[in-house]
């Protein structure tokens, strides 16, 4: 299925605070527990930004509703020094298989060089294989929060 989408800072859309935090919250929230769907909120809100880290973009098809979603961020993994982070890449299911989570990718890694960065990292519990297809070396497998994760990194020097 080919979705013809664009891809936006979330500050553009503001009326997506909400669905991109649900999002978030539905996929990933027992990875922190304690965490309400409004700390999610307020996080998102917090990364409605163009000028650095955090950042949150949004995928939209033609008729402006969202189709995915990802962020870059400072700190992903607790006590891990490396940084930034591509983080939180959603496409909901109906979305999936259109190319929608590969631009994503491909959209914060631009947003980490542009800032500077000269390499950006990622842990994934369920695709790892999306992110190697994606040029993405596995840096290490490990245990976080009771999950089995591979730690990955991207060369944003040689892209």
Same mark, same amino acid.
């Not at 800072?9 to 935090?21: K, N, S």
């Not at 298989?97 to 519990?125: H, K, N």
């Given at each position: 299925?080919?979705?013809?989408?664009?891809?936006?800072?979330? @500050?553009?859309?503001?009326?997506?605070?909400?669905?991109?935090?649900?999002? *978030?919250?539905?996929?990933?929230?027992?990875?922190?527990?304690?965490?309400?769907?409004?700390?999610?909120?307020?996080?998102?809100?917090?990364?409605?930004?163009?000028?650095?880290?955090?950042?949150?973009?949004?995928?939209?098809?033609?008729?402006?509703?969202?189709?995915?979603?990802?962020?870059?961020?400072?700190?992903?993994?607790?006590?891990?020094? /490396?940084?930034?982070?591509?983080?939180?890449?959603?496409?909901?299911? /109906?979305?999936? /298989? *259109?190319?929608?989570?590969?631009?994503?990718?491909?959209?914060?890694?631009?947003?980490?060089?542009?800032? *500077?960065?000269?390499?950006?990292?990622?842990?994934?519990?369920?695709?790892?294989?999306?992110?190697?297809?994606? *040029?993405?070396?596995?840096?290490?497998? /490990?245990?976080?929060?009771?999950?089995? @994760?591979?730690?990955?990194?991207?060369?944003?020097?040689?892209?």
């Amino acid at each position: 299925m080919h979705i013809d989408f664009s891809i936006v800072p979330l @500050v553009e859309r503001p009326d997506l605070v909400t669905t991109v935090a649900r999002w *978030g919250f539905g996929e990933w929230g027992h990875l922190a527990p304690g965490t309400t769907l409004d700390d999610r909120i307020a996080r998102v809100r917090a990364s409605m930004r163009v000028d650095g880290v955090p950042m949150i973009v949004v995928a939209l098809d033609g008729d402006g509703t969202p189709v995915g979603t990802a962020s870059l961020i400072d700190d992903d993994l607790k006590g891990d020094a /490396r940084n930034p982070w591509l983080a939180s890449v959603y496409v909901p299911p /109906r979305a999936r /298989r *259109g190319g929608v989570g590969a631009r994503l990718v491909r959209a914060v890694e631009r947003l980490a060089a542009g800032f *500077g960065y000269e390499r950006i990292y990622l842990f994934t519990a369920s695709v790892p294989a999306l992110y190697a297809r994606l *040029g993405w070396q596995t840096l290490e497998e /490990r245990s976080y929060r009771g999950e089995h @994760v591979t730690v990955m990194s991207r060369d944003l020097t040689s892209r």
